[in-house]
DNA sequence: ACAAATTTAGGACGCTTGACAAGGTTTGTC
DNA sequence: GACAAACCTTGTCAAGCGTCCTAAATTTGT
């Protein structure tokens, strides 16, 4: 069986972290540590509420805080809305650090294992909740676009090795593609094996059809000869 | 050449249109005009704005109609959300309708046509814009969820009646799993190719690769034994 | 002609929103 | 323990929101 042991991760890491936050300048500890519990609330808030429900009143009152203390951290909602944008991604950015270095022993393995870590993140509700919302956003707020598409570059990253280390024959262009469509496939479940969608219990099945179906194609792939 | 001239469509159908509006029961005609016009303007919005700038007053101002008369036709915001899904949802359901009746030769023909179609839509602005925003929303209301989710069904009909096809052998869950997976890599392409998407230019390509590994995912899957 | 349907015009209610300013309180440091 | 920086509270502002209302004018179908 060209398959076998592929489905099941050998490493079994922990969840993403919900937020990164970056080292603190200035400021007294309990500054920092506000921040901190300002920029949590918020994230809880997005993932139950939505968007829409992630005010400033409301990011205050989940603080047990003075709306007057929010705005002096975070002057405006802006301000706090790309503070929290970057701490949601820089905690990807840093799994995604640990996943470069997953030293398997082939290449199909280290596919398997970054697969399974991504849809097993994405039945997270955190990340059901959280990335419709930036999906959402991207399309009007260029930020939210540049940075949404920053974090997936990082995720394709590990894929893109692993497709050359398969294809060191294929030019760079359909190596990306390769590693983009297997990047963009995975996402797309999320809207129907996520946290709490109907199709939630068939994701052991669709990972599985994945692994196989990415292999293959990375296999097998050849580019037009027009392109 | 296993998949020779199956990624080029034979049939160019036209684009799914933005809105399909129910028969007219009762009212005069200007009547259901308005209500028309309303919900247009109401999808402009969605498009252009996001949900939140699709508010009442917006688009009472953008059809050049007083408030009053909108709360006349609709006299909740949440009517107007649930008529616009509505008619957007109806109108996919009208091409679904019409792609079961595809007679290419082939199923892997016809696979490949409606992967076109759909990525096709996906480019689009109404798409790339529209869905994120209703994937969001199905994450706090299950009015949204539910209809979203019962389109979905109805696009995976056309590809579960292939999959029936090509793997008569198969039982009907993995038949589900593989129109399922088909379906959601497709959707997943919306926020790296779709509309002023940093991988828009690739979408050719993307598709390219995305049928071919449909298809090949099609013919060769076996469930596990424990399945 | 006439009734029903539609639209205008204007207002008002209660509520939430993001932003801001002035004045207290705490914290760390010299 | 002084003292300045950092932190937090209190109160206020204009703007927008959805919903509701009335009264009159206009259009539409028959």
Redesign the interface.
């Known amino acids: 069986m060209p398959f076998s042991n592929l489905?099941s991760r050998k490493f079994k890491t922990k969840a993403v972290a919900d937020l990164a936050f970056p080292e603190r300048e200035g400021g007294y500890a309990k500054g920092h540590e506000t921040r901190e519990q300002i920029l949590g609330a918020a994230l809880s808030l997005l993932v139950e509420?939505?968007?829409?429900?992630m005010s400033m009143r409301r990011v205050a009152a989940a603080c047990d805080m003075k709306l007057g203390n929010l705005t002096y951290h975070f002057p405006t909602r802006e301000e706090l809305v790309k503070d929290l944008l970057d701490a949601i991604i820089r905690a990807y950015e840093i799994e995604f650090e640990a996943i470069i270095h997953f030293t398997n022993e082939t290449a199909e393995e280290r596919l398997a294992e970054i697969c399974g870590l991504i849809l097993e993140d994405i039945r997270t509700k955190k990340t059901?909740?959280v990335f419709?919302?930036l999906?959402?956003?991207?399309?009007?707020d260029p930020f939210v676009?540049e940075r949404?598409?920053e974090l997936?570059a990082r995720a394709r990253a590990s894929l893109l090795e692993i497709v050359e280390e398969m294809r060191p024959d294929l030019d760079a262009?359909?190596r990306?593609?390769?590693a983009?469509?297997i990047?963009?496939?995975?996402?797309?479940?999320?809207?129907?094996?996520g946290h709490?969608?109907?199709?939630e219990h068939?994701m052991g099945?669709?990972e599985?059809?994945?692994i196989?179906?990415?292999i293959?194609?990375v296999r097998?792939?050849a580019?037009?000869v027009q392109?």
């Open positions: 489905e509420e939505g968007y829409r429900g059901t909740h419709p919302e999906w959402a956003l991207s399309n009007h676009l949404v598409q997936y262009d359909s990306e593609d390769l983009l469509f990047s963009a496939s995975m996402e797309g479940m999320t809207v129907f094996a709490n969608k109907p199709f068939r099945q669709l599985t059809i994945a196989r179906s990415f293959e194609i097998n792939y580019p037009d392109e």
